[in-house]
């Protein structure tokens, strides 16, 4: 057992109480209890605004031991409620290394646990699901923290799109390969991760970035040649504003690619439904079979909801992709429309990059739509 000052204890809602060694931020945090199964990657997870509110457990028992660089990170700061691991490295082993985990967490404020069996906890998430839990150091009274984890929020119902966002209308400072750019495109932040604005620079896309309640006229209004809905937290149903500005844009005929959140979103705006998983997609080693293609991919995942199968009932929308673990949506499109998105991360940092090609396909409508609008001109000329 650790000594009083480093012990830290988890509880979950359903009375499980584990207890080990505090890391990172002492203190006492909140939310909903989650595993990623990748094997590295930890600092990209950390600061991927898709994990706001989650208390992030890794299977992976070994974390911390390459440090944290001033590269690997996904926004400005890290974005998890607190961080769970088996064991956690005190020092730093890489040349690109800029600092070591313990400390970057305790500067950003985040409260971590160590040396708990992170196989059980991930067993028994995946048994009986994603639980609301409470880290604390400074607490260690398993039925207080039992009663604080049962009066958290749910996940169902949070709107926490709007707490990630950005606050206003912005270009993106990551600039595309010399060369000039090549299409215009504006991006809902949703939760948007960095890596996604570097693939779109790096296909020739010269991005905006737009607040998640941003109104479609307004993004209309930039004349965009795409329109890029992002991944990010909570629950899709609770972002009506992010929906109705979807189905706006839909019927104004431009290339609509969303991911994540918003694979969701353009779910709703078609008439769709979504659902809370049981214990949720997070990680880098997920299967997935493109229906068009034959092909499996192996995806980078991080979501808690799915959308229904019922949208396919409807002829107009197509279903494209399929998670071959538990047979759930991954990708749809619009048979007619230049609208499609996947459930997953194709922009994948650290990896795996196996769905780089939808970036390409994104570019792909957009010069088709460009085309049509150009060969439309010169018949009225």
């Given amino acids: 057992m650790p000594p009083e000052s480093l012990r830290a204890t988890l509880a979950l809602e359903d009375g499980i109480v584990f207890r080990g ?60 409620a607190g961080f769970i691991v088996r064991e956690i490295s005190t020092s730093a082993s890489s040349w690109r290394a800029s ?49 604080k984890a049962r009066a958290i929020p749910s996940m169902v119902g949070a709107d926490l799109a709007r ?45 905006t970035v737009v607040p998640a309640t ?69 990680g880098g080693n997920h299967p997935v079979k493109n229906l068009a293609t034959g092909h499996v991919e192996i995806t980078a995942q991080n979501h808690g909801f799915a959308v229904e199968p019922s949208l396919f009932d409807r002829p107009e929308f197509v279903l494209t992709h399929v998670n071959l673990n538990d047979g759930t949506v991954e990708g749809f499109r619009h048979r007619d429309l230049p609208v499609f998105s996947v459930q997953y991360h194709p922009e994948a940092s650290p990896g795996p990059h196996d769905s780089h090609y939808l970036f390409r396909e994104f570019t792909a409508r957009m010069a088709e739509r460009r085309g049509a609008r150009l060969s439309v001109g010169a018949g009225r000329a």
Avoid at 46 to 69: A, K
Avoid at 106 to 117: C, F, R, W
């Fill in 163 to 207: 707490e990630v966002t950005c606050a206003a209308i912005h270009p993106s400072d990551v600039e595309a390969p010399t060369g000039g750019t090549s299409f215009r495109v504006v991006a809902y932040d949703l939760g948007l991760k960095r890596n996604i604005l570097r693939m779109l620079a790096g296909i020739g896309c010269d991005v």
């Fill in 214 to 282: 941003t109104k479609a006229r307004d993004a209309l209004a930039l004349d965009p040649d795409g329109i890029f809905l992002s991944n990010g937290p909570g629950d899709p149903e609770a972002c009506g504003y992010a929906v109705e500005a979807a189905a706006e844009l839909i019927r104004s005929g431009r290339p609509i690619f969303g991911i994540c959140l918003g694979h969701q979103i353009l779910g709703l705006a078609c008439g769709g439904r979504t659902f809370k998983l049981k214990y949720g997609h997070r």
């Fill in 21 to 80: 060694k505090a890391f990172g931020r002492i203190g006492e945090t909140s939310g909903e209890v989650v595993f990623n199964t990748s094997l590295c990657g930890y600092q990209e997870v950390l600061t991927d605004p898709s994990y706001r509110g989650q208390l992030v457990t890794m299977t992976y028992p070994h974390i911390g031991n390459y440090g944290v660089n001033r590269d690997d990170v996904e926004s400005s700061r890290p974005q998890v």
């Fill in 99 to 147: 600092g070591e985990l313990n400390r970057y967490l305790d500067e950003a404020g985040v409260v971590g646990l160590s040396e708990i069996d992170t196989r059980m906890l991930t067993r028994r998430l995946r048994t009986y699901g994603a639980k609301r839990g409470v880290i604390s150091s400074i607490d260690h009274d398993a039925e207080s923290l039992i009663a």
